[in-house]
């Protein structure tokens, strides 16, 4: 048999997706779960970023089950939940999500909830019970009970000409989730686009209704994510651009707005113009302290990665395109669903001059150090991955960044690494690490 | 007998205890309610997601020295190893040590293992642990879907016991099983106490102290040092090894009644460590009473007197000069009943009134069969019968309460709890270290503390004017206890 082991957790359960209901403004999350499935999630995803907003773990209306609903089951100890929530809390969507038990049990969850259609504010449901998959898959199909629930059931309207929806970053879990959806709205606001997304202050039940009248889609993320926006075209006819780099730096950025820019029909003109003046500043600065870039003792030339799918491949396409390091073996820990693993490989066989770059999907993080260990960096290695990466950068005198979950150890509010600025800012934090060192 | 060795898992507070989680009255009410044996659980019709005592479980004994935490679970309830992946070396490196090793896997379980069950997986799991890590000790935690299923934890252990030599010690703490997360720190101590602890081969000058982090480390050992005792801090930086001779110890105190209950009368049950029964070392009373509690079990009463009169000395002025300054402060307290009730009697030392307080639940008896000494102690001394709520660490009953009461200050302890009493713009002080109130210097740096809080209120207030609470104003106008079900009793 094959050993199934996490060491190291990188990812957690489906139910750790009740982080993508709370990043919607006024978005309720109702937990038909045990008493403790919300606050050891959120400390773990959230934690060391802070989690205490508008509606946090302590809110969530949850119906604590004990040993009696197991038993006798929960569907009543449900509905008693969610009508008080509905009468306590001002939310203007309430998302029900269940946990491993009372699925095992059976409750009924989409019957308990079809009993509140039709009052004020929608109340909606996902099935996203621990065993049934990652944090990212429910990330998805939180999406989707929003779009087939909900949207589906509000009257049409027409199309806003310019109007795109961005889907990508994930709430929480990707730590710098916030900033990057703002600096992707920024990269396609300065092509006369109008950027409509769903997460952050001042996003929420406004900006979910508008979903439908988008011009398209705009999917910035290898695979998390993909089956929403192809769902949103079935449903409401709206195509999709999906770039699945998180463009960070110069290179990416503005092959990024290249791309997006000829799917929405922007004169090049004014795209070109746009990218000039960002590529201009961008390496000033570059320009300005590539000294300190190039004349140090302890600055790796290769690289590997141990994070999720959309990190690995936009730090290394940054490192690799836009800096000109060489990829080792990179390390994907968010497990990907298999279909995705072929495609997964493709992006990361894509680099300049031919480079490419072995990926191993894991989610034992012992298997993965080992590899590293195992590995002739040829010199310093450059890891970047989550703080279990740390004491192993130590231990190899290499070089570290934290950038996933668990990140600890730094605060993030809202920096990004997106964009023309995200990629200055990651090399700021790479080197604040370098420069710890003797050079 | 508080600790079954032949009972695979410890019996609940709910159960062990007679322990509620619902309670609306006053301090005196509870207190008589409790020791009259009329007091009775109440259930919720409505609730908020609060904690698991597979987090409390795992929280501490993930920081054994040189143990490996496998928890039998879907991916999520592993979580805690997020949590606790620097948190170890940083204690450690804090005080010093340099080995610290991490070791916290997950059987991830799956779709397909609810209905066929993993406990091959598990086994497999448990022996390549050992492979990996060499650890001293295994603890393995069941989890909700472990414990739904059924798996029979049990015979994987007697499996792999004849194939590595280390104890696997289980752990059952299915979040389902206690509303008192608090329980979780009775299923890691029954874990250590029936697979860990040997019995003593000889006595020896160390005093268990069962605390969480330490961080009063270093001035507990010079106390200790002067009467010729050595303190062994519990469970966190402890190895294995030094856990299996706690039954030699002179003595066993905590810091934390609700912590302690479990172990420190278990090794008295056990083996005969004497566990000292006092109020915990908050203030000038709770630390008065700690050490001279601890010197009547060791025969060092005088010493303690006197070295207590030369700490007053150094001491009281100063917290006298400083109560000055808080007279007339209304306070409302929410913390655990551990905390809670030490704190409330450190706070009416400097003369602040509670005005109301909060306990997440409540213990009528510790496992000893009596009633936790500072409940006791603060019904019997506390200038005025006050307003008090066992509520589960339930946010809308909480700010419900703080909204009305309007205290000057809130004293908090538990995660999560601090900013809602901001965002009502009441100045909050969260207790984070158990040791933050230790002693007379402790009670001092605290007194500052919450001169500071009420001083500068300017963060509390630019926060409260910007921000919306996301409850309706029905609420509001509900008692606070509205979801109480009446005269219901659990069972127990």
Redesign the interface.
Known sequence: MVLKIIDQPRYVCALGAMQTVQGICRAVPVLHAGPGCAAKLAGGIAGSNGDSGYISPQIYPCTNITENEIVFGGEGRLKETIENALRMIDGDLFVVLSGCTTEIVGDDIAQVVSSFEGSEKPVIYVETAGFKGTNLQGHEWIVDAIITQYLVKKPGKGRIKGLVNIWGPVPSFDPFWIGNIRELEHLIREIGLTPNTIFGENRGIEEIDRIPQAEFNLLVSPWVGLSNVKKLEEIFGTPYLHYPVLPIGAYESTRFLQVVGKFAGIDPSLVTAVIDRHEKEYYYYIERTSDVFLENRTMSRRFSTVTSTTDALAVSRFLVNDFGLIPATQFITDKPPEEYHETIRQYFRDFTYRISTDIVFSRDGYEIHEEIRRTDYHGAPLIIGSIFEKKLAEELQGNFLAISVPIKERLILNSSYVGYQGGLRLLEDIYSYVFKQFN | MVVNTKLHAHETRENRLGSITGYSGTLKDLHHKACCGTLQDKER???????????CAFSILSFIVDAAMIQH???????????V??SK?QLAAKIGLNHSKS?????????T??IYG?T??LK??IL??YR?YRPNAIFVGA???SG??GEDLESVRSEVSGIIPIPVALVYCE?????I?ASGFDAAFHAILTSIVKPPEKKSNIINIINFYGSARKEITEIFHEFGYEPLFLISNTTIEQLSRISESAATISTCGTLGSYLGNGLSDLYGVPYVVSLQPHGIEGFDCWLSELGKVLGKEEEIKTYLAREKEKYLPKIEEVKRKLKGLKAVVGMGPGFNFNTSRALQELGIEIVYSAAWHFDRQYDDGKIPSAFDHLAHNSPNDFPLNVCD?Q??EMIHILKSAKPDIFFSRH???T??AMKLGIPALCLYDEYDIFGYKGLLNFAYSILDKVTNRSFTENLSRR??????D??FSQNNNH?LKSGEDNGS
């Not at chain 2, 019709?45 to 987090?55: D, M, W």
């Not at chain 2, 879907?74 to 997020?82: E, I, L």
């Not at chain 2, 921000?467 to 309706?472: A, I």
């Open positions: 019709c409505f609730s908020q997601a609060s904690t698991c005592n597979a987090a679970s879907p991916s999520g309830c592993a979580v805690t190893a997020m949590q992946s620097n070396d070791c916290y896997v997950c059987t991830d379980m799956d779709e293992d609810t993993a091959e997986n497999e799991v390549e642990t990996r989890s909700c879907v739904v299923i979040g389902f099983k206690t509303k997360w660490l946010n809308h995660t999560g709890s900013v809602w921000v919306k609470l996301p409850y309706n029905w609420w979801f």
